[in-house]
């Protein structure tokens, strides 16, 4: 199974400021035949259900604020959101959907500071 | 308006089967696959199996001697069922519209309590 580790656990910020969530996998999520990252970015707050921001690394899901910006290749992604807004405070995770079974990283959660 | 929802006892005893339904509507089961994906209370995702829109399915490794999951395409419904639950299988449990842009679309999710 891919592992996927993310980092940090908790991240306690400001209105206004930029945040960086990291995302490694034990192996490469990079297609060689269509040249695309199967890793796809989630929030999720308390009692809903996840919704997608980011997939294939860096295409922005349909209605996602250009804040939220995903980049990265191979094994290292990283999810920034750029000047934080109330509403953006949640748990963040990151999936690998390159192989079965898919696999998420544990989390992380955005709190305000 | 593409919709998923789950539904299914909340309660079950440890070693019986759980039952899950997801009906769907805003698109068709012959052209979009279905996944399930549950949820501990305060952990991460967990992907469980798929239904392709073919009728194939995939299931996690760590599930498969447990879990099947079916379909009714007239129904418009996706159907899971696990055996021998135990208490570390309560959470929250979704069903999720599969395409190039993964869990696109999520069912409200149904809580599941493994207890006597």
């Known amino acids: 199974d891919i592992v996927m580790t993310q980092s940090p656990f908790s991240l306690a910020v400001s209105e206004g400021e930029m945040v960086t969530i990291n995302c490694k996998s034990s192996q490469s999520l990079l297609s060689s035949g269509n040249q695309k990252n199967y890793l796809a970015w989630y929030q999720q707050k308390p009692g809903q259900s996840p919704k997608l921001l980011i997939y294939y690394a860096s295409t922005r899901q349909s209605g996602v604020p250009d804040r939220f910006i995903g980049s990265g290749s191979g094994t290292d992604f990283t999810l920034t959101i750029s000047d934080v807004q109330a509403e953006d405070l949640a748990d963040y995770y990151c999936?690998?959907?390159?192989?079965?079974?898919?696999?998420f990283g544990a989390g992380t959660k955005l709190e305000l500071k | 308006q593409v919709q998923l929802k789950e539904s299914g006892p909340g309660l079950v005893q440890p070693s019986e089967t759980l039952s899950l339904t997801c009906t769907v509507s805003?698109?068709?089961?012959?052209?979009?696959?279905v996944s399930w994906v549950r949820q501990p209370s305060g952990k991460g995702p967990e992907w469980m199996g798929r239904?392709?829109?073919?009728?194939?399915?995939a299931y996690n490794s760590a599930l498969k001697s447990r879990l099947s999951i079916s379909r009714d395409t007239s129904k418009n419904q996706v159907f899971l069922k696990m055996n021998s639950l135990q208490t570390d299988d309560t959470g929250t449990y979704y069903c999720?519209?599969?395409?190039?842009?993964?869990?696109?679309?999520w069912g409200q999710g149904t809580l599941v309590t493994v207890s006597s």
């Open positions: 239904m392709w829109y073919d009728g194939d399915t």
């Open positions: 805003g698109f068709s089961l012959t052209s979009y696959s």
């Open positions: 999720t519209r599969d395409s190039y842009n993964p869990f696109a679309y």
């Open positions: 999936l690998q959907h390159y192989s079965y079974p898919y696999t």
